[in-house]
């Protein structure tokens, strides 16, 4: 009964996929908008080869020399900033979380960790303990005394908004004051860890410069920083390869974990640092051995992505593609009061829905609807956050133009029918009407208009209360997880 399934009150039952689309077991093709695992497309031919190809000859673990492995892990440190240049090969983001606090831990022999509201960084205990997005599921008593929880860096619902004048400083000083209080208490910090980007926690973008303040901090106290590039790594922010990168060329972490994409669907992941912290734990005397982490099969699939992730120009696309499904979404926000913001970048975009755009009363039931009908539509999306009321985009890097266009006129549509169905109207309609009409064409190139890579799209907020869901209309109470 833990195990959950994607539409627990309709399951999918998929037996094939290609590309951005999925197939169920009656042949119906759905346009897939959220695995990031399958990152260059579903089922890539030149992945497949690849992975075939060393099959036939060998697979073995990592106690044997193989070229493989040196050649991945220099084409991987070769995407970082010079001095990451350490590679641990593990299997699963999880394994890659949980020894990135190895790394840390041994660093400075501090055990503390500071990490962010609705954070999660994987399964397994000692990740639980340190993603409040699971642990808090287990009552108020669940914290670790060694786990210090700071506020999420979000200008739409956080304790900072997009009116304040520096809100990346005002956020960092409550790190620090954490660390304070933590030094006082006679604690100390061995780590700061934070999604580049946060998933789970509602498709939060941190302000720019946030990072290099809570790194100045996390290091004077004796601390790492631990960039979780897990889900939004791997050029899915566009014009950067990671999405740490966002933060400005100045910004460097001292660990970075990935997984899901790095090899589209195979199982494999990485921990990449720096000469010093590696060493450092090369010298607590325990040897690191893991079975499957580097593998040639798993360096084969590796080296294919990256291969296709450059041939095929993915950031490029992950760039235009990504502009336009915010331009498009923006239009929504001004013709929809259910929606109160867009923000993404690059083909990380999240539609954060609301029943009262001033209040930003969270719409949660709304958005569980709303995915529902979107599968009627063989549209496969999800809703996330600590409201269960932001949709998430993060499909595969192939995703089009025409898709954007596809998804958000559905979505459009969708919203209409609910609108009418309550009588909830829009003042914005007028305007909306005026706009003009975008058509996308095979191999469209950025629009005009979509200069700004990260969205946070507030238009003027909407004074009318949102009593969507009158008594006459069942909702599906269930939630989806991702």
Same mark, same amino acid.
């Given at each position: 009964?833990?195990?959950?399934?994607?539409?627990?009150?309709?399951?999918?039952?998929?037996?094939?996929?290609?590309?951005?689309?999925?197939?169920?077991?009656?042949?119906?093709?759905?346009?897939?908008?959220?695995?990031?695992?399958?990152? #260059?497309?579903?089922?890539?031919?030149?992945?497949?080869?690849?992975?075939?190809?060393?099959?036939?000859?060998?697979?073995?673990?990592?106690?044997?020399?193989?070229?493989?492995?040196?050649?991945?892990?220099?084409?991987?440190?070769?995407?970082?900033?010079?001095?990451?240049?350490?590679?641990?090969?593990?299997?699963?983001?999880?394994?890659?979380?949980?020894?990135?606090?190895?790394?840390?831990?041994?660093?400075?022999?501090?055990?503390?960790?500071?990490?962010?509201?609705?954070?999660?960084?994987?399964?397994?205990?000692?990740?639980?303990?340190?993603?409040?997005?699971?642990?808090?599921?287990?009552?108020?008593?669940?914290?670790?005394?060694?786990?210090?929880?700071?506020?999420?860096?979000?200008?739409?619902?956080?304790?900072?908004?997009?009116?304040?004048?520096? +809100?990346?400083?005002?956020?960092?000083?409550?790190?620090?004051?954490?660390?304070?209080?933590?030094?006082?208490?006679?604690?100390?910090?061995?780590?700061?860890?934070?999604?580049?980007?946060?998933?789970?926690?509602?498709?939060?973008?941190?302000?720019?410069?946030?990072?290099?303040?809570?790194?100045?901090?996390?290091?004077?106290?004796?601390?790492?920083?631990?960039?979780?590039?897990?889900? #939004?790594?791997?050029?899915?922010?566009?014009?950067?390869?990671?999405?740490?990168?966002?933060?400005?060329?100045?910004?460097?972490?001292?660990?970075?974990?990935?997984?899901?994409?790095?090899?589209?669907?195979?199982?494999?992941?990485? #921990?990449?640092?720096?000469?010093?912290?590696?060493?450092?734990?090369?010298?607590?005397?325990?040897?690191?051995?893991?079975?499957?982490?580097?593998?040639?099969?798993?360096?084969?699939?590796?080296?294919? #992505?990256?291969?296709?992730?450059?041939?095929?120009?993915?950031?490029?696309?992950?760039?235009?593609?990504?502009?336009?499904?915010?331009?498009?979404?923006?239009?929504?926000?001004?013709?929809?009061?259910?929606?109160?913001?867009?923000?993404?970048?690059?083909?990380?975009?999240?539609?954060?829905?609301?029943?009262?755009?001033?209040?930003?009363?969270?719409?949660?039931?709304?958005?569980?609807?709303?995915?529902?009908?979107?599968?009627?539509?063989?549209?496969?999306?999800?809703?996330?956050?600590?409201?269960?009321?932001?949709?998430?985009?993060?499909?595969?890097?192939?995703?089009?133009?025409?898709?954007?266009?596809?998804?958000?006129?559905?979505?459009?549509?969708?919203?209409?029918?609910?609108?009418?169905?309550?009588?909830?109207?829009?003042?914005?309609?007028?305007?909306?009407?005026?706009?003009?009409?975008?058509?996308?064409?095979?191999?469209?190139?950025? +629009?005009?208009?979509?200069?700004?890579?990260?969205?946070?799209?507030?238009?003027?907020?909407?004074?009318?209360?949102?009593?969507?869901?009158?008594?006459?209309?069942?909702?599906?109470?269930?939630?989806?997880?991702?």
């Amino acid at each position: 009964p833990s195990c959950k399934v994607f539409f627990a009150k309709d399951p999918l039952k998929i037996v094939r996929a290609q590309g951005q689309y999925m197939f169920d077991e009656k042949g119906e093709k759905y346009l897939d908008c959220i695995n990031n695992v399958a990152h #260059v497309g579903h089922s890539h031919p030149y992945v497949i080869k690849a992975a075939t190809k060393q099959m036939e000859l060998l697979n073995t673990n990592s106690r044997f020399l193989h070229d493989n492995l040196v050649q991945y892990a220099q084409r991987l440190t070769a995407t970082l900033p010079e001095k990451l240049s350490v590679c641990y090969f593990v299997n699963s983001g999880s394994e890659a979380n949980d020894l990135a606090l190895r790394l840390a831990r041994q660093y400075r022999g501090h055990q503390d960790v500071i990490t962010l509201e609705n954070a999660y960084h994987g399964h397994v205990t000692s990740l639980i303990d340190i993603s409040p997005y699971k642990f808090n599921q287990l009552g108020k008593d669940s914290k670790k005394e060694f786990v210090h929880v700071a506020p999420s860096p979000d200008i739409y619902r956080g304790k900072y908004r997009e009116d304040h004048p520096d +809100p990346a400083s005002a956020y960092a000083e409550e790190v620090k004051k954490i660390i304070e209080e933590t030094q006082k208490n006679g604690r100390k910090i061995a780590a700061f860890i934070a999604e580049s980007m946060q998933s789970c926690g509602g498709q939060v973008i941190p302000p720019v410069g946030y990072f290099q303040k809570v790194a100045e901090y996390v290091r004077a106290a004796g601390g790492v920083f631990i960039a979780d590039e897990v889900q #939004v790594g791997f050029g899915r922010v566009g014009k950067h390869f990671w999405a740490f990168q966002l933060q400005g060329e100045d910004f460097v972490p001292d660990i970075v974990t990935m997984g899901k994409p790095i090899g589209n669907g195979h199982p494999m992941s990485c #921990v990449v640092t720096t000469r010093e912290i590696a060493e450092s734990f090369g010298a607590s005397g325990l040897e690191y051995f893991n079975t499957f982490g580097g593998n040639p099969v798993s360096c084969a699939i590796g080296l294919a #992505v990256l291969d296709v992730i450059e041939k095929e120009d993915l950031q490029g696309n992950a760039t235009r593609v990504g502009n336009y499904l915010l331009e498009l979404l923006a239009e929504q926000k001004e013709k929809h009061l259910l929606v109160g913001d867009i923000r993404g970048v690059g083909l990380f975009v999240g539609v954060d829905l609301v029943k009262d755009q001033q209040k930003r009363t969270p719409a949660t039931a709304e958005a569980l609807h709303l995915i529902y009908k979107l599968k009627e539509h063989r549209i496969l999306l999800s809703a996330d956050g600590p409201h269960r009321n932001i949709l998430k985009f993060k499909p595969p890097m192939c995703f089009t133009a025409e898709d954007a266009k596809h998804v958000v006129e559905t979505i459009d549509a969708l919203l209409t029918e609910m609108e009418e169905a309550t009588g909830l109207k829009t003042e914005n309609n007028t305007a909306t009407n005026a706009q003009c009409k975008r058509k996308a064409t095979e191999g469209t190139s950025q +629009p005009e208009g979509a200069n700004e890579t990260i969205g946070h799209l507030n238009g003027a907020a909407c004074r009318q209360e949102n009593g969507l869901y009158s008594k006459k209309r069942s909702v599906p109470s269930k939630r989806i997880r991702t």
